[in-house]
């Protein structure tokens, strides 16, 4: 996998104050809640690769399954921030 930042738009779903507290280089923070308000606003090409992290996956996972709802086709659940680091390398 190339490095996210060259064409992966990465999503931190968690809510703003764990945001601020850790998250990836690059990442754009959307909580869970406000996705599909705020998903369209940083990704309008829908098929744009999207890459979801939470703490421990389950958002990521729910993230993901509104993701498709929406028409976005290369959506991935990259899981919790540790594994999400983890396969960033």
Same mark, same amino acid.
């Given at each position: 996998?190339?490095?996210?930042?060259?064409?992966?738009?990465?999503? *931190?779903?968690?809510?703003?104050?764990? =945001?601020?507290?850790?998250?990836?280089?690059? %990442?754009?923070?959307?909580?869970? #809640?406000?996705?599909?308000?705020?998903?369209?606003?940083?990704?309008? *090409?829908?098929?744009?690769?999207?890459? =979801?992290?939470?703490?421990?996956?389950?958002? %990521?996972?729910?993230?993901?399954? #509104?993701?498709?709802?929406?028409?976005?086709?290369?959506?991935?659940?990259?899981?919790?921030?540790?594994?999400?680091?983890?396969?960033?390398?």
């Amino acid at each position: 996998m190339s490095h996210p930042s060259e064409n992966i738009v990465l999503v *931190d779903v968690r809510d703003s104050d764990e =945001f601020a507290r850790d998250h990836l280089d690059g %990442a754009h923070n959307i909580p869970l #809640k406000e996705l599909e308000e705020q998903l369209p606003r940083f990704v309008s *090409d829908k098929k744009t690769p999207v890459a =979801f992290y939470c703490q421990g996956g389950m958002r %990521a996972g729910r993230a993901l399954e #509104k993701a498709r709802h929406m028409g976005y086709e290369n959506a991935q659940n990259l899981g919790g921030i540790d594994q999400a680091r983890e396969q960033l390398g």
